[in-house]
C-alpha cells in the first residue's frame, strides 16, 4: 500500500523536474547526488518513488537518507519518515536516532520515548547521540520512571563517561525528580562542563532553595570555570523565586565588576528580579538603561507592577508594548484574575481574540478563574465549547479549571459528569471535586469522593481535608467531621493548619457546642486569627452565648486587620442583647476611624453586568433605608419554605430533590428567583426570571400559576429584604427532599 501511495507520486518525466542521472550508478551514489537538491516534501516523495521503481530502495544508507530529511529539515515531514521506518526491511540505530531526534525537537517527548522502547525491542542498543534527546524527551515528559530505565541503560553501556549524556540524565533529575538524585549523578561525573554546573544551580532554583545555589556557584567559581550568561540568568531566577533581594543585589555587582556579559537575557532576569523582590523604581531605571528592549522585557514590567497592586500602571506598560505575544496576554489577564478584576479580565480575553492571537490553556485556565470569581456561566460555557473544538485531549490542569468553574457558578452535575469523564486525574482533581460539593452543601457525596480518593491510590493533602471539613460543616455532621479531623494527622500524616482549626470552630459552633469549640482554639499549636475567633463570635451569636462572646469580641477588637464585616458582626451582637449604648459607641468608633464594611456588587442581569451596594445601602444614587427584623424574616422563609414543599411534592417525581439554602445573609446580594453557590461556600440568590425557582437536578417549576400565598410570601420577602440589605450574620439552613 505505502509502495502504491509512493510510485504514485512519480510524474512523468518533465523538463523543470530533478534529473536523474539514470539507474546504473549505485544507490548511495544515486541519492547523494540528489538530495541536496531536495527543497521540499515533493522533491522527496519523487526521489522516493523513483527509488521504488527501479527496486533501489533496499539499500539501508539510502532509506537512511531519506528518514533523515523528513525528520531533521525544515521542510520535512515526521509523519512520512515514519512510515519510512515502519516499513524498513533493517531499521538501523541512525534511523531511530533521526526519528527521536526529530520528535524531540518538535516536543513530541511521548513520541520519542514510544520509539526508544521500540528500537530496544528490535534489539537496537542506544548510542550517544541517542540517549542524550531520550533524556531531553524525558524532562519534558515529567517521565521519572523511563529517566531512571535510561541511567541503567547508561551503566550498563558504560556512558557514564561521556558529559553530554550525564548532562542530559543530570538534567532529568533537576526537572523532574528527587534534588538528590540530580547531586549524586553530579557528583559522579568525573570531568563537569559549565552546562552540568548550570543545571545543577538550577535544580536548586527551582525548588526556590538559594543557599545551596550559591554554595555551589561558589564551588564552580573555585573550580576554575567562569559562570556564562545562563549560570547569572539562573542565579536571578533562584533570587526571584525567593524573593531574595540582596543576594539578587550581590549577583548584580558581580556582572558589573567581573565584566560579565551584559546581554538581553541576563539584563531581563534582572528587571524580572527586582520586579519580584518589590524594588520597582530599580527594576524601572534597569528597564529604561536597556537599549534593545523584548516582550520579556516588558511584561516583566507588566508583571512586577501588577503584583504589587499597581494594575493601572500595568495596563498602561501593556498598552504601550511596541509587540504582545501571548505570554504577555496571559500575564495581563492573570493580573487581573489575581488581583480580583474579573471583569476587566475577560474583556481582555475578548480584546485577545479580536486582535487574532489564539488563546493557550494558560489562557483558559485563566479565563476559567475568572468565570469562577463572577459566577458567569455564560461566558465558562462558551470557553468550555472553544475547548471541545479546539483541543483534543485537555490537560488535567484545564479540566480541573473547568470543573471549579461550572461547581462556584452553579451547575454541579456538569462538574460531576466533566470529572468521570477524565481520562486521568491527579491529586489536585479530588481536591477540586471535593471543594465543589462542600460548596453546594453535599457532604456525604463528599465523603464517598474522599474514600475513591484513597483507593485510587492518591494521597490527600492539607487543602483536601480543609474541602472535606467545610462540607462537614455546612451540613452539620459534627462527629464525622470530628473523626476526620482526629485521623488527618495519625492516619494520614497531614500536619495541622490553621485553615483545619478554623474549619472546625466552624462545624462546633454551628453544632451548639461552643464550649467545645472554644476549648480546641485554646489547644491551638498557632495563634487564633480573625477567621477563627470570627466563626466562634457567629456560633455565639446565634446560640445566644453572650459571655463567651463579650471574650471574643476582646479578642477581634484586639486586632489589627479586623475590618468592617468584624464591627458590624459585633454590632449586630450588641443590637441583639439590647445593649443600644454599646453598639452605638461601637459605631462612633467605627465612624471616627473610618472603618466601613466593604462595598459588594450584586450581578444585575445573566451577563453578569454588576453594579456597586455599599454598606449604608447606596444604590445608584437613592438610600434603601429598610431595616428589617431577623425575626420577620424567619418567619417568611419559613411559610415559604412549607409554602414550597406542599406545591413541589405535587411537582416532583420520587427521588428529586428541591433546596432552599439560607445560610450566611451577610453575603446576600440580591434576592430573586435562583439559587447559585458562591466562592464564599454559602449561596446566594441570582436575578432571574420572576417566576420560577432553581432546582437542585438543574430544572425549574414553573411558578406563574402557583399558589397565591406563596407567592405574596416571596414578594413580601423580596419586597422586605430590598436587595439584600439586612443586618443578619447567619440563618438556618433549609432544605426539604423527598
Known amino acids: 500500500m505505502f509502495k502504491r501511495i509512493a510510485v504514485s507520486f512519480a510524474p512523468k518525466p518533465r523538463p523543470h523536474h530533478i534529473p536523474l542521472p539514470g539507474f546504473k550508478f549505485p544507490a548511495h551514489q544515486l541519492l547523494h547526488s ?7 516534501m515533493n522533491h522527496l516523495k519523487e526521489l522516493h518513488a523513483h527509488l521504488i521503481a527501479a527496486a533501489l530502495l533496499d539499500e539501508t544508507l539510502t532509506l537512511a537518507q531519506l528518514i533523515s530529511f523528513c525528520s531533521l529539515s525544515p521542510a520535512g515531514n515526521l ?10 526491511p533493517n531499521p538501523n540505530k541512525f534511523m531511530y536516532n533521526s526519528l527521536i531526534r526529530g520528535y524531540t525537537n518538535q516536543h513530541s517527548p511521548k513520541e520519542a520515548l514510544f520509539l526508544c522502547r521500540r528500537m530496544l525491542r528490535h534489539g537496537l542498543l542506544p548510542n550517544q547521540f541517542t540517549l542524550p534527546f531520550v533524556l531531553k524527551s524525558c524532562a519534558e515528559a515529567s517521565a521519572l520512571e523511563e529517566a531512571l530505565v535510561i541511567h541503567g541503560l547508561i551503566i550498563k553501556l558504560g556512558f557514564e563517561s561521556q558529559i553530554f549524556v550525564m548532562n542530559a540524565l543530570l538534567h532529568v533529575y533537576s526537572s523532574c525528580g528527587p534534588i538528590w538524585f540530580a547531586r549524586r549523578v553530579f557528583d559522579e561525573i568525573p570531568s563537569r562542563n559549565v552546562v552540568s554546573w548550570n543545571s545543577m544551580i538550577g535544580g536548586y532554583s527551582q525548588l526556590g532553595d538559594c543557599k545551596e545555589a550559591f554554595s555551589l556557584f561558589k564551588m564552580m567559581r573555585e573550580s576554575g570555570l567562569v559562570a556564562d550568561e545562563f549560570t547569572l540568568v539562573i542565579l ?10 540582596e543576594l539578587g543585589r550581590l549577583v548584580h555587582q558581580y556582572i558589573e565588576v567581573s565584566g560579565a556579559k551584559f546581554d538581553l537575557i541576563v539584563r531581563n532576569a534582572l528587571v524580572d528580579m527586582y520586579g519580584k523582590c518589590g524594588r520597582l523604581l530599580i527594576a524601572q531605571r534597569c528597564f529604561d538603561t536597556m537599549d534593545v528592549k523584548n516582550v520579556v522585557s516588558w511584561t516583566s514590567m507588566v508583571c512586577a507592577h501588577a503584583k504589587h497592586g499597581l494594575i493601572e500602571v500595568a495596563r498602561d506598560l501593556f498598552d504601550r508594548m511596541p509587540e504582545r505575544n501571548i505570554v504577555s496576554w496571559n500575564a495581563m489577564i492573570s493580573c487581573y484574575v489575581q488581583n480580583g478584576l474579573s471583569h476587566e479580565a475577560l474583556d481582555l480575553y475578548d480584546q485577545m481574540r479580536a486582535s487574532k492571537v489564539t488563546p493557550d490553556e494558560v489562557s483558559l485556565i485563566f479565563v476559567l478563574m475568572a468565570c469562577a470569581q463572577n459566577g458567569n456561566l455564560v461566558f465558562g460555557k462558551n470557553i468550555h465549547y472553544q475547548i471541545r473544538d479546539n483541543i483534543e485531549q485537555p490537560s488535567i490542569a484545564l479540566f480541573n479549571s473547568l470543573i471549579d468553574m461550572y461547581a462556584k457558578c452553579g ?9 468521570s469523564t477524565m481520562p486521568s486525574k491527579s491529586a489536585i ?3 477540586v471535586i471535593i471543594w465543589a460539593l462542600a460548596i453546594h452543601g453535599r457532604a456525604f457525596d463528599a465523603v464517598d469522593f474522599f474514600n475513591q480518593m484513597i483507593e485510587e491510590g492518591f494521597l490527600p493533602d492539607g487543602i483536601t481535608f480543609v474541602g472535606l471539613l467545610s462540607a462537614c460543616s455546612h451540613c452539620g455532621l459534627v462527629e464525622i467531621g470530628q473523626s476526620y ?51 466562634l463570635l457567629g456560633a455565639c451569636r446565634i446560640h445566644g452565648y453572650a459571655r463567651i462572646g463579650e471574650q471574643v469580641m476582646k479578642h477581634l477588637l484586639s486586632l489589627e486587620m479586623s475590618g468592617g464585616g468584624v464591627h458590624v458582626l459585633i454590632s449586630n451582637m450588641y443590637c441583639e442583647n439590647h445593649r443600644w449604648e454599646k453598639m452605638k459607641t461601637l459605631r462612633r468608633v467605627m465612624r471616627e476611624k473610618g472603618i466601613k464594611k466593604d462595598a459588594g456588587e450584586k450581578p444585575r442581569n445573566h451577563l453578569d453586568m454588576r453594579h456597586r451596594l455599599d454598606s449604608k445601602g447606596q444604590h445608584e444614587g437613592k438610600v434603601l433605608d429598610y431595616r428589617v427584623s431577623e425575626l420577620r424574616v424567619v418567619e417568611l422563609l419559613d411559610g415559604l419554605c412549607k409554602k414550597m414543599q406542599d406545591y ?45 425557582l432553581w432546582m437542585r437536578d438543574s430544572s425549574e417549576i414553573d411558578m406563574e400559576n402557583c399558589d397565591n400565598e406563596v407567592s405574596k ?18 440563618m438556618p439552613y433549609y432544605s426539604f427532599s423527598f
Open 713 to 730: 410570601l416571596l414578594d413580601s420577602l423580596l419586597r422586605e429584604l430590598k436587595m439584600g440589605l439586612i443586618a443578619i450574620n447567619h
Open 79 to 88: 509523519c512520512y519518515g515514519r512510515k519510512l521506518l515502519e516499513h524498513a
Open 34 to 40: 540528489l538530495l541536496p537538491r531536495c527543497r521540499s
Open 648 to 692: 413541589t411534592l405535587e411537582k416532583l417525581e420520587s427521588g428529586e430533590r428541591a433546596w432552599v439554602k439560607v445560610r450566611d445573609w451577610d453575603s446576600l446580594k440580591l434576592i430573586s428567583r435562583k439559587l447559585v453557590p458562591t466562592q464564599r461556600i454559602y449561596p446566594h440568590f441570582v436575578e432571574g426570571c420572576w417566576r420560577k
Open 236 to 245: 536571578l531566577s533562584a533570587c526571584s523565586q525567593a524573593e531574595n533581594f
Open 411 to 419: 451547575p454541579i452535575e456538569i462538574a460531576l459528569d466533566l470529572f
Open 485 to 535: 479531623f482526629e485521623t488527618m494527622n495519625v492516619v494520614y500524616n497531614v500536619p495541622y493548619e490553621i485553615e483545619h482549626y478554623a474549619c472546625m470552630v466552624d462545624l462546633l459552633g454551628r453544632g451548639g457546642l461552643i464550649q467545645r469549640a472554644a476549648e480546641l482554639i485554646k489547644s491551638m499549636p498557632m495563634k487564633p486569627d480573625i477567621v477563627i475567633w470570627g466563626a
Open 429 to 431: 482533581s479530588w481536591n
